[in-house]
């Protein structure tokens, strides 16, 4: 049964083969010189494979089952999926192909929306699911209308069982009301199919409006038929927007961190990432010169979809100087083009690091991580650790000013959401884990510059004593030769 709801959901993606249809339009955009459609990196666009998200792949299944299979739960279904990790995963392409899949099936009414945009305010809100809502009633009071702004509050209009217009002002008491309300009539606009909301960028939302959304979901549960999924997917800093105070929404919350949490990291193997290049390069009706070269490129790709989307177009570019062939040999067209967009990711990390004031905080992580890779069975990088590693940053890093970040807990907050820091588990004491560990041999070649001298080695000091205090050496004193895979 869950097979065959696989194929159906996902039938447009593959992890094996690639469809004909898909074979033309990848054919068709590397004929017209579109490289960004057949590798689509940082958009909604889906790739032409999933290579190694078949867990989380799995995952939404699970859920779509629970939430439209009639069959196999007697009850209506109120079911939540969290899908984070670092940027550049797979979680919007996997959204995006959820989507898809659930339209073209029907097996639920879709609405998606972004955190960043839909969930900054409940008017925000409200207009969003509004565009999809059941049209006006004459037998109901139940909000059904347009939404409007107010000069201080929303001005919701509706009809009443009599066909009298009426209109109210929202309060912050109402709007959990009216967020429920407008949820209901987005499932009166297809009864027959369950609500499946997808919300990508969840880290943008606002706590309060988000909790406003999920609670409101919650108590869809109460009514009889009424069977809800809901997919968030961001950045390991979702988890703060979710733990705010102001959130509420601890039925999610505590859920997806027991057994709906789907985790995306940056974990391809070699093997994924070579499934996906050379599948999508032949349906290109591009050839590889030489394998044993393409193996040592896609060694550099440090298991990132991103870095894979990147030497993909790199691949195509180079191939249509080439007569069609791509080289992948080191100190090629190829090699070039790929390691100066890993280049460009890193030099764009560092300039937002460092207009927060928090690259001396990034020269720690790295090097508490390399400290823990030569001690693996002394010690696990718990909070604890990470708050002392950032607080030394601060203290000993370059200087900073009123713009920079000045607490350890909004340094970390930022690190999640950049993608370079997060916690596979959920679980806020960790272990923890870096988002893109290669980025931080970058960070080390920046220090390295005689420019950086004097914070090069206040920060080393500072790194020494805090080992020490765990009972391990580490070489911090900079003398070791830097290697930056590119």
Request: net charge negative; proline share 5%.
């Amino acid at each position: 049964m869950a097979q065959k709801k696989q194929r159906d959901v996902f039938a447009d993606i593959s992890t094996d083969t690639l469809p004909e249809d898909i074979k033309k339009h990848i054919r068709d955009n590397y004929q017209a010189g579109h490289f960004e459609k057949v590798f689509p990196a940082g958009s909604s666009a889906i790739p032409p494979m999933l290579v190694g998200r078949e867990q989380q792949m799995a995952q939404l299944i699970r859920l779509v089952n629970e939430v439209c299979d009639e069959s196999a739960y007697a009850s209506p279904s109120i079911i939540g999926v969290f899908l984070h990790g670092p940027r550049g995963t797979g979680k919007t392409a996997l959204l995006s192909a959820l989507q898809q899949g659930l339209q073209r099936t029907g097996k639920a009414n879709v609405v998606s929306m972004t955190g960043d945009n839909a969930l900054l305010s409940s008017r925000h809100l409200i207009g969003r699911l509004s565009k999809h809502m059941a049209p006006p009633s004459e037998t109901t009071e139940t909000y059904r209308g347009d939404v409007k702004a107010g000069a201080n509050a929303l001005v919701l209009k509706g009809e009443t069982s009599g066909g009298v217009e009426v209109a109210h002002k929202t309060t912050e008491g109402h709007q959990f009301v009216e967020i429920q309300s407008c949820l209901e009539s987005v499932m009166d606009s297809s009864p027959n199919a369950p609500l499946m909301l997808l919300v990508d960028e969840a880290h943008g939302a606002k706590p309060d409006v988000l909790g406003r959304l999920l609670n409101a979901i919650q108590a869809l549960a109460r009514e009889p038929e009424r069977s809800v999924g809901i997919v968030l997917a961001g950045t390991p800093d979702t988890l703060d927007v979710l733990s705010d105070e102001g959130c509420k929404a601890t039925w999610f919350r505590d859920r997806a961190q027991e057994e709906r949490s789907a985790p995306t990291p940056n974990d391809l193997t070699i093997e994924d990432c070579r499934k996906a290049i050379t599948t999508t390069l032949a349906a290109a009706e591009v050839s590889i010169d030489n394998d044993h070269n393409l193996t040592d490129m896609l060694a550099k790709c440090k298991g990132s979809p991103y870095f894979l989307q990147s030497l993909g177009k790199a691949a195509l570019q180079a191939a249509r100087n080439h007569n069609d062939t791509a080289d992948f040999k080191a100190g090629g067209e190829i090699d070039h083009r790929f390691g100066q967009a890993i280049l460009n990711r890193y030099a764009s990390a560092w300039r937002d690091l460092e207009h927060k004031g928090l690259t001396g905080c990034a020269l720690q992580l790295g090097a508490i991580w390399k400290a823990q890779g030569e001690h693996v069975d002394r010690f696990q990088i718990d909070t604890q650790i990470i708050r002392k590693a950032i607080r030394s940053g601060l203290d000993h890093g370059p200087g900073r000013d009123d713009r920079s970040i000045q607490t350890t807990s909004q340094a970390n907050t930022h690190f999640g959401h950049l993608g370079l820091l997060w916690s596979p588990s959920l679980n806020p004491d960790g272990p923890w884990d870096l988002g893109l560990p290669s980025f931080f041999d970058y960070v080390e070649m920046q220090f390295s510059k005689a420019h950086y001298e004097k914070e090069r080695t206040s920060l080393h000091a500072d790194m020494k004593h805090l080992l020490s205090e765990l009972g391990v050496s580490h070489d911090t004193d900079g003398s070791r030769p830097l290697s930056l895979e590119r």
